[in-house]
């Protein structure tokens, strides 16, 4: 497949063959062009609700179709689009070196996820005990306070604790992936 790309009036055959400053700003207008503000995968651009700077054309040519306006693609073919040019926009984006410190963020990280590991163990063993705590008031309250309502209000409680257990064990499973 052979691409050709025109950009501010001059032909390229490609990103690469173009010079360093056009290449800078053929990706700004890329990363512009691909902006998606409301999230539903269709740029805002292509939905009229957004701009580019310095765009002066606004036509688009596909295997030697062109169209002037692009809100006349159905919602489908606008999508594709949108990913296209979201996919070269992202590939033309140089990445960045890796930070001087980072075996330090590492070791932190490491640090931080065992400490937050070891802080859902013990929410979730604090809560175990909780709910144990509460059951065995239940079984041990005497007739006129389980009349009042205390065994209601206990096993509220108890659910809450429960609540916080498996909270805690979901989190925690989550965190081990």
Known sequence: MQSRIVFNGKEYAGVEQ????????????????????????????????????GLAQTSITVN????????????????????AVRRVASSQIPVAPPPANAPLLRR??????????????????MAAGLAAVGIWMIMNMDA????????????????????WLVGSLVNLGLRRR
């Open 64 to 83: 030697g179709r062109t169209l002037d306006d692009v809100k006349a693609l159905p919602l489908p073919m606008r999508w594709l689009l949108g990913l």
């Open 144 to 163: 006129s306070s389980r009349s009042q309502g205390g065994a209601f209000y206990i096993w509220i409680l108890v659910a809450i604790a429960l609540a």
């Open 18 to 53: 173009m010079p360093d400053d056009v290449r800078q700003a053929f990706t700004a207008m890329l990363t512009q062009l691909g902006a998606d503000a409301d999230g539903n995968g269709v740029p805002d651009v292509l939905e009229g609700k957004g701009s580019v700077a």
């Open 108 to 125: 932190l990280d490491t640090a931080t996820s065992a400490l937050g590991t070891a802080l859902y163990m013990l929410s979730a063993f």
